[in-house]
Nanobody, 122 residues
């Protein structure tokens, strides 16, 4: 399954962006879909994840500012990012898997999309 992410861009601190991700072709239902981010020289870390049964997970650094949601019929995951900070600047990657395997780190996701760049200016 190849995922396609979109919605990144340049925004001022305090602004908002919305990321979207969906398979490039029709696929079976993806049980868990998530967003990771990777800053320059950093590891790829989980930002948020959404399970098809409604459960969501967030990194502490984005709780209260980012909201992850899904359209299960479209196998699409969204992430609304508000109150953006310069430290949120990174390449954001969409990931998915047919199974939920803990912990939610990059080793436990089989399918990935290309990164979409988010830059937050101060």
């Amino acid at each position: 399954v190849q995922l396609q992410a979109s919605g990144g861009g340049l925004v001022q601190a305090g602004g908002s962006l919305r990321l979207s991700c969906a398979p490039s072709r029709r696929s079976y239902s993806l049980f868990v879909m998530a967003w990771f981010r990777q800053g320059l020289g950093n590891e790829r870390d989980l930002v948020a994840a959404a399970v098809s049964d409604g459960d969501t997970y967030y990194a502490d650094s984005v709780k209260g500012r980012f909201t992850v949601s899904r359209d299960n019929a479209k196998n699409t995951v969204y992430m609304q990012m508000t109150a953006l900070k310069p430290e949120d600047s990174a390449a954001y990657f969409c990931a998915a898997d047919y199974n939920l395997i803990m912990p939610l780190d990059e080793r436990n996701f089989e399918f990935w999309g290309q990164g979409t760049l988010v830059t937050v200016s101060s």
